[in-house]
């Protein structure tokens, strides 16, 4: 039977007009901003550099993957611990800023090692490693990435239900009822609709010497302190001392700026402290091996989504050195390690938008806007509260994606096996917290590495699969029998059509082959 996963996807975006796919660019680079900018904001990174990084890291991916994985590359929090480590090393003398360079050196040390499986994977072929990567692995970490997100979309809706439900009600409102353009950009409109009336409450609420902001924080404020003092829902101080400083005549370093700066780059390391260097990349490295579990994982998520196997086209070997040398690239420049955003995998959801022009569009906007402090500095005054009004909806397609895999690629749950396999995972991913951290002492000296816990999920998945018997998954050379992600390898795979073979608002299914023997 065909295969129809998406009967309303649109795979050519040009259809729908420049203007409009610049639109959907900005939806989302909106998506990808606030997690994306708190990254550098707990590490002490510059923003403008992640942001430079962000847009570099993701057309580079494309680049390596032929243009054809719709995603968005932004911060990865799985390196925190990593960063954490080597700033805290402050008995060599130096300051946590200055040990940001030799973290950042650890990360594109560890960004090669993506480099690693992909030769392997090159090498053994596609069949064999994906062997150990079955949908009862696959399924339950892409389940676990979205709940794992879950509770920062409460936590950033706590701030202000209120403005938070509306950003939700107008996403909803826009996605279900809207009409043409309106229906695929329901994100864009959440923001500005939901900014709107956050402005509205926080003049209401500064009034009356912020009586109101005392007395129903619930409303007009945007959180509370441990002390119980209402937080205002804006914070423009640093908006206008841009301004102020624009209007002084500051041009440079206010309206525009450099975004790299040589201090924070590998540039600032003294290559003479081979311990400090050593011991920088022993802390960091290993979290890669995690990292590239989540990568196989988001891959397969947005290959769901979208009715397409980029695991086996442009091939999993790709991704991965996409990702990797982005990663790389960033951390050599002074910017944090990028990842494939789950974020942006939940807009591909939301808008039936698959399109990687779209996202190069974004990343394009995000290169853009890093060469502009007020530009950045603006939309950085977005409430967290409507951040999470979006994520609310975002992060739960992306575990409806995970089990939609799991059902599309009937996982025979009857089977003690599979069931131990995905209930590990799935208690790994939530229960652990924090992660496991590993601790021992590098020349005198105490050094940690810590492994998040979705990645701590992976491995253990992986590893379960691996081991137990009964393992029945091979990488299917003939198409499924009934809708739903193909993956299938081999010069006979139906696949989706070539992209701009469907219609810009709605689509037919479609079987035409692809050269699947083509890497």
């Known amino acids: 039977m065909n295969n129809q996963p998406n009967k309303e996807g649109i795979y050519d975006a040009r259809k729908l007009g420049i203007p409009k796919m610049i639109i959907l660019g900005i ?4 998506a990808m901003f606030g997690a994306t900018v708190l990254v550098p904001l707990l590490t002490g990174l510059d923003v403008a550099t992640t942001l430079l990084m962000a847009g570099l890291g993701t057309l580079l991916f494309h680049l390596i993957t032929k243009g054809k994985v719709p995603a968005f590359l932004g911060s990865s929090f799985a ?24 973290a950042c050196l650890g990360v594109a040390a560890a960004g090669l090692v993506y480099l690693i499986l992909a030769l392997i994977i090159k090498i053994v072929g ?21 709940l794992i997100l879950a509770p920062s979309a409460i936590s950033n809706c706590s ?14 409102i826009f996605n279900i009822w809207g009409k043409g353009m309106a229906k695929i950009i329901p994100i864009i409109l959440g923001v500005l609709g939901a900014y709107a009336v956050a402005l509205i409450l926080h003049f209401i609420g500064q009034a009356n010497d912020q009586q109101l902001l005392n007395q129903m924080p619930w409303l007009f404020a945007g959180g509370v302190t441990e002390t119980g003092a209402a937080i205002p829902l804006f914070d423009f101080s640093e908006l206008q001392t841009i301004c102020s400083n624009i209007g002084q005549g500051q041009i440079w370093g206010n309206l525009i700026g450099l ?11 003294d290559w003479s402290n081979i311990h400090l260097i050593i011991s920088s990349i022993i802390a960091i490295v290993p979290i890669a091996l995690a990292t590239m579990m989540e990568h196989i994982g988001d891959i397969s998520a947005i290959s769901a989504t979208t009715g397409k196997n980029f695991i086996e086209n442009p091939g999993l070997h790709r991704t991965l050195t996409g ?12 910017g944090p390690a990028n990842t494939t955003y789950g974020e942006n995998t939940g807009v591909l959801v939301l808008t039936r938008v698959y399109d990687p022009r779209v996202i190069r569009i974004a990343a394009c906007f995000a290169i853009l806007i890093s060469f502009f402090p007020l530009v950045s500095t603006a939309i950085s005054t977005i409430p967290s509260c409507i951040i999470g009004g979006i994520s609310f909806v ?17 996982v025979d749950f009857t089977k003690s096996r599979n069931l131990i396999v995905a209930a590990v995972i799935l208690v790994c991913a939530l229960g652990l917290g924090s992660g496991i951290t590993f601790s021992f002492m590098l020349g005198g000296e105490p050094v940690s590495i810590t492994l998040t816990a979705l990645a701590v999920a992976a491995i253990a998945g992986i590893v379960l699969n691996a081991i137990l018997p009964g393992k029945d998954y091979e990488f299917h050379t003939d198409p499924p029998e ?4 193909n993956f299938a390898v081999g010069a006979n795979s139906s696949k989706q059509g070539h992209e701009g073979e469907l219609e810009a608002s709605q689509t037919e299914p479609q079987s035409q082959s692809e050269n699947a023997s083509e890497k």
């Open 79 to 102: 390196f925190l611990g990593g960063y954490a480590t080597v700033t805290g090393l402050t008995q060599t003398g130096l300051t946590q800023k200055q040990l940001l360079p030799y």
């Open 126 to 146: 596609i069949k064999r490693v994906m062997r150990f990567f079955p949908p009862v692995v696959t399924g339950p970490i892409i389940i676990a990435i979205g």
């Open 394 to 410: 975002l992060y739960g397609m992306i575990s409806s994606i995970g089990v939609r895999n799991v059902v599309e690629s009937k």
């Open 323 to 334: 990702d990797g040398l982005a990663t790389t690239m960033a951390a050599v420049f002074g």
């Open 482 to 485: 009934e809708t739903g992600v």
């Open 27 to 30: 939806q989302h680079t909106f």
């Open 259 to 269: 975004p790299i700066h040589k201090e924070q780059t590998i540039l600032g390391i």
């Open 159 to 172: 701030t202000n239900w209120v403005v938070a439900l509306v950003a939700l009600a107008i996403i909803i």
